[in-house]
């Protein structure tokens, strides 16, 4: 369940709607899920971690909301054909797309990365998100609907050794505003979300507590690490009709860090000693 809110609280802006969330069992995915289906969403969890989306599909059930684990890898087209066909069978129709599943970069050195893990992460973050589109498609082009894709903030800036990851969101951005033109002639609007540092600790399968000391906090221009339901509550927005005017655009949600120079200043050190000495005492 959401925290900090009841079910009752929250509009019901997707009743008679269909929902479908790939990588929604866990983390920032499970999040949107939960949040799409509060809203009155029947919500398609598709993750390819079986038990955990079992679980997952369990909990949101008892909590009310019209959930439904299909066990899916997004690299694999007959995966999300199947996913689309039962999804989009259900009532006919798939109004709202959330493009989440992904894998995460491995931090290997350049010349220790290899074609196959290039690939692989290209396959999961990047061509998972085509093949969704392309598949739920069918489903959308009577009645419109949205696609959202999950980028990162990667797309923007980059640490060492994540060539990989970087490229694969990078591609999305674009992938976003291709599928954007190409797909509004059938009132399909198609958006892009690039979180930053999102703890997605408590979203797990089973929840843990977080391990975060106050500079990660501190350093975030809003004062926090994010959450995920911090995106969820973008998606919820961006997924509703009150976004109808926002089409091929990218949303970066990161608590001001992509916008932030960092020049380590004395005083800059001063405080993150003096964080890191108060989380160690």
Known sequence: MLCGQSHSTYPKRFEG???????????????????????GCTVFIADIDEAAGRIREGIFRNEGIDAHFVNVDVSKETDVEKLMRLAGGSRGKIDVLVNNAGIPFTGNDLEKQSSEEFMRIIGTNLYGPWICAKHSLKYMKKDGGVIINIASTRAYQSEENTEPYSASKGGILALTHALAISLSKYRIRVISVSPGWIDTSEWQIPPRKPKLNELDHIQHPAGRVGKPEDVASLIAFLASSEAEWIT?????????????MIYLDEEIIKRAIEALNRGTS
């Open 17 to 39: 709607k269909v929902c479908v969330v790939t990588g929604g069992a866990k983390g920032i995915g499970a999040a949107i899920s939960s949040r799409l289906g509060i809203e």
């Open 248 to 260: 091929a655009a990218d949303f970066i949600i990161d608590g001001g860090m992509t916008k932030k």
